[in-house]
């Protein structure tokens, strides 16, 4: 069993970028780690301990078939992230919809 996952850990587990392309890739179907590994120049190991960050924080969850392990994202904790984005998309939108009254307004 996992621990929940506070956002911070969310944020820290989604800012390499690395860690984002395997959650790209676990977004189209699950997979095992040389499936994962097939797009990166590193080592099964180094995909391991990416994947072993995405299910410490509940990103990624995983199950046996025989001696392979399989992965699949488990996308909740994003709701935190995406929240966070949604709130600066509203400021940033605002200030873009004052910007274009301003040059309307002053050719």
């Known amino acids: ?24 890739l676990l977004s ?14 590193m080592s099964l190991s180094a995909v391991s301990q990416h994947l072993k960050v995405l299910r410490d924080v509940g990103l990624v969850r995983d199950r046996r078939a025989g001696r392979e392990k399989f992965y699949r994202l488990n996308a909740g904790p994003l709701r935190e992230v995406s929240a966070w984005v949604f709130h600066y998309e509203q400021f ?16």
């Open 92 to 107: 940033w939108r605002g200030k873009l919809d004052a910007l274009g009254e301003h040059l309307k307004r002053n050719p």
């Open 28 to 41: 189209q179907e699950e997979r095992g780690v040389s499936q994962l590994a097939e797009p990166f120049q």
């Open 1 to 24: 069993m996992h621990r929940r996952a506070s956002a911070v850990d969310v944020f820290q587990a989604i800012a390499d970028p690395t860690r984002r392309a395997i959650l790209d």
